[in-house]
Nanobody, 123 residues
Framework: VQLQASGGGLVQPGGSLTLACTASRSTFRINGMGWYRQAPGRQRELVAEITSGGMTNYADSVKGRFTISRDNAKNAGYLQMNNLKPGDTAVYYC??????????????????WGQGTQVTVSS
């Protein structure tokens, strides 16, 4: 399973972006999903996460500005980012755990990372 993160780019302070995360394998059923970010010289940190039941959790630095959501029908997750600040500049990664079945109907449970998408907030 590969996760594809998209939607990053260059935006001015106060602007908005929406990141999307999709799974390469259509039969992969996402359980929980999270968005992380890593700025240069800093450790990767959790930005937001959502459970299979829709419960969410956010880093204090993004509460009230970012919204994580999921579309189970599309097997995708999203991160709506509003009122972006220069401190939000980082590479954003999606992470998801879930299950899929092989052609032999064998269940495979795993946790996967997307390749990252750059978000730059600058005037």
């Amino acid at each position: 399973v590969q996760l594809q993160a998209s939607g990053g780019g260059l935006v001015q302070p106060g602007g908005s972006l929406t990141l999307a995360c999709t799974a390469s394998r259509s039969t992969f059923r996402i359980n929980g999903m999270g968005w992380y970010r890593q700025a240069p010289g800093r450790q990767r940190e959790l930005v937001a996460e959502i459970t299979s039941g829709g419960m969410t959790n956010y880093a204090d630095s993004v509460k009230g500005r970012f919204t994580i959501s999921r579309d189970n029908a599309k097997n995708a997750g999203y991160l709506q980012m509003n009122n972006l600040k220069p401190g939000d500049t980082a590479v954003y990664y999606c992470n998801a755990d879930g299950i899929y079945y092989t052609d032999e109907d064998v269940p495979v449970v795993g946790r996967y990372w997307g390749q990252g998408t750059q978000v730059t907030v600058s005037s």
